[in-house]
């Protein structure tokens, strides 16, 4: 026997197995959504953590040129002076008599912490070091846990 609906409209049974329903969409986006989540927090997690390294590897520069600046200078800028005498003669004394063009920076600039703040200079550092370079990290704040922690030249 021959069905009537199924005569005048051929296909109509494939054609409701072929839809998702409501709930298999839903199961769907959840689980892309648990997904998304995952990936989301990992990121953010290695994100802050390169963020850490790049202001380790930027102190790291810092010393370099510190170190260049003392040996063409027989000192390291005063406090006064700061960092910015890595990229342009200072004009509060000491002035340097011999200051290479270009500065001891390759860029001629004064890069910003990964969190876009200034580095801090300090001329002796805190424990009796020549000088001391800091970033406060996340918070911009001294002090800290984690990733707001201070990044000292002293711990490198």
Do not use: C
């Given at each position: 026997m021959?069905?009537?609906?199924q ?12 839809a ?33 390294k790049t ?7 810092f ?19 700061g ?5 342009e ?5 000491p ?16 890069p ?11 001329a ?5 070091e020549?000088?001391?370079?800091l970033?406060?990290?996340?918070d ?8 707001a ?8």
């Amino acid at each position: 026997m021959v069905n009537i609906t199924q005569a005048k409209r051929p296909g109509a049974a494939q054609q409701r197995r072929s839809a998702f329903t409501l709930i298999e969409v839903l199961v769907v986006l959840v689980i892309v959504m648990g997904l998304a989540s995952i990936v989301t927090v990992n990121v953010v997690r290695h994100q802050s953590e390169s963020r850490v390294k790049t202001a380790q590897l930027q102190i790291s520069q810092f010393e370099q040129a510190l170190q260049s600046y003392h040996l063409d200078h027989g000192r390291y800028p005063t406090q006064a002076q700061g960092l910015a005498a890595l990229v342009e003669r200072p004009t509060t004394s000491p002035v340097p008599d011999r200051y290479p063009e270009g500065g001891y920076l390759a860029r001629n600039r004064l890069p910003l912490d990964p969190w876009g703040n200034e580095y801090i200079y300090l001329a002796p550092g805190r424990e009796g070091e020549p000088f001391e370079i800091l970033s406060y990290g996340s918070d911009g704040e001294p002090g800290g846990t984690g990733h707001a922690a201070v990044i000292s030249s002293s711990d490198l």
